[in-house]
Nanobody, 129 residues
Framework: QLTLVESGGGLVQPGGSLRLSCVAS????????IVWFRQTPGKEREGVSC????????KYGDSVRGRFTVSRDNAKNTVYLQMNTLKPEDTAVYYC??????????????????????WGQGAQVTVSA
């Protein structure tokens, strides 16, 4: 089974940057679209970004578009989420999730639990002065 290990979270000041990494255990990683979600107490899970199997199709939620950039390096079995101009409202636990069902042109931040098969352990991002 595919495992996903996240790293790169931490505490940052408003306006700062962080880069999250999501590293997969298997070379079959290239057969999965990757969706980034975030969750905070009292809020519904929010789709942040999606990157297609090839890395050529990317999607972003309205709240992060223009500030976040997702990319992947299939040779390293790794997906990155570069987060710039961070705001306090970006504070959340960020999860990467792998979908074997979302084909190249259907990468979506609106994927539900039935559309993803594997989850990372979560990375805490805290934005505070």
């Amino acid at each position: 089974q595919l495992t996903l290990v996240e790293s790169g979270g931490g505490l940052v000041q408003p306006g700062g940057s962080l880069r999250l990494s999501c590293v997969a255990s298997e070379s079959t990683f290239e057969n999965y679209a990757i969706v980034w979600f975030r969750q905070t107490p009292g809020k519904e899970r929010e789709g942040v970004s999606c990157v297609s199997r090839s890395g050529q199709v990317t999607k972003y939620g309205d709240s992060v578009r223009g500030r976040f950039t997702v990319s992947r390096d299939n040779a390293k079995n790794t997906v990155y989420l570069q987060m710039n101009t961070l705001k306090p409202e970006d504070t959340a636990v960020y999860y990467c999730a792998a979908s074997p069902y979302l084909q190249e042109n259907y990468c979506s931040i609106y994927a539900d639990e039935g559309e993803v098969a594997y989850w990372g352990q979560g990375a805490q991002v805290t934005v505070s002065a």
